[in-house]
Every structure is written in structure tokens, then in C-alpha cells.
């Protein structure tokens, strides 16, 4: 494929990953969607308004579903950081039961959303990603990413394969 080609189709990508982000996330707002269905319906509408092709938004959506299951985790970390964090022998009786039913059911949403995440997130040469860092796990090189673009090479040893942090 020439590289002009190769420029337009990851400009196409990106942009399909943005709008989809964009209406996934409008969706779970809403509170009556889980992520399969919020992606499912977002991919649906785009193909139906003609901006992409179904195999482009089945595409775009493996890798909208594993930025934010890779994002869940995260949160699920700073959970559990959090809950280690508060000392409930501090916090009067009431607003202890108050916190602790918060944090309950803060816990059983996160840890949901966090079975539903694969255990070993990789990040590939090729995908389209959103902002963050790749830290190569070849080398542990790290990439800024600034924006929402296809993941380069390792800029160091030109290693494929990266884990990402925000």
C-alpha cells in the first residue's frame, strides 16, 4: 500500500476511533447501556449515517473497548488505593456507614467493569490508541502520546509491543 494511502486510512481510523469514543461514552452516560451495547449501538449509528463500513467500526471498537477497560483498571487501582487510604476508625459511626455503602457500591460497579478488562493489556505497532504513555516491554522505552494515533514502533529497538499508563 502506498503511503499516501497508509496516512489517509490511519487519519480515517483515528477519526472513526474519536467519533465512536465520543458516542460510547454518551451512551454509558446515559446509564441504559453496559460498554458491548454502548459500542455495539455507536458502531451501528456510524455505518448507518454512512462514515464507515461495518468491518472498520468492528475494527475501531476492539480498540476503543481495550483503552477503556485498560482505563477501568486504572480506576479500579486508585480504588483500592483509595479504600487502603481511609482510616475508618477515624470517621464518626454515621459517616462511616454512609462512606462505606459508597464505597461498596463504588466497588462492586468497578470490580465488574474490571472481570470484563483482559488480565495483560497490549498495545500494538499499528493500533490506533488515545493519549497516554507506551512503555515499550522490550526495552521500556516510553512514547508520549499527545493525541488520539496509530501506535509507532518502538523508537528505541523498534519492538512491537508496549503496556500503557495515562
Not at 468491518?55 to 482505563?71: G, N, Y
Not at 477501568?72 to 481511609?86: P, Q, T
Request: hydrophobic share 30%.
Amino acid at each position: 500500500m502506498p503511503e499516501d494511502d497508509q496516512v489517509k486510512n490511519g487519519k480515517k481510523d483515528v477519526s472513526l476511533y474519536e467519533k465512536l469514543l465520543a458516542r460510547t461514552e454518551k451512551l454509558l452516560e446515559s446509564g441504559r447501556k453496559n460498554l458491548d451495547e454502548a459500542l455495539k449501538k455507536a458502531g451501528d449509528e456510524l455505518e448507518a449515517a454512512g462514515e464507515f463500513t461495518r468491518e472498520q467500526a468492528d475494527k475501531i471498537s476492539q480498540f476503543v473497548r481495550r483503552d477503556l477497560e485498560h482505563t477501568v483498571k486504572d480506576a479500579n487501582k486508585a480504588k483500592e488505593s483509595l479504600k487502603e487510604a481511609v482510616d475508618p476508625s477515624r470517621i464518626a459511626a454515621g459517616a462511616q456507614s454512609i462512606f462505606a455503602r459508597i464505597l461498596s457500591a463504588s466497588a462492586d460497579t468497578l470490580n465488574e467493569w474490571a472481570q470484563k478488562s483482559q488480565q495483560n493489556i497490549e498495545f500494538k505497532t499499528g493500533e490506533v490508541t488515545s493519549p497516554g504513555t507506551l512503555t515499550c516491554k522490550n526495552c521500556g522505552e516510553q512514547i508520549h502520546m499527545k493525541k488520539t494515533a496509530r501506535i509507532p514502533p518502538c523508537p528505541k529497538c523498534f519492538h512491537p509491543h508496549f503496556r500503557k499508563s495515562y
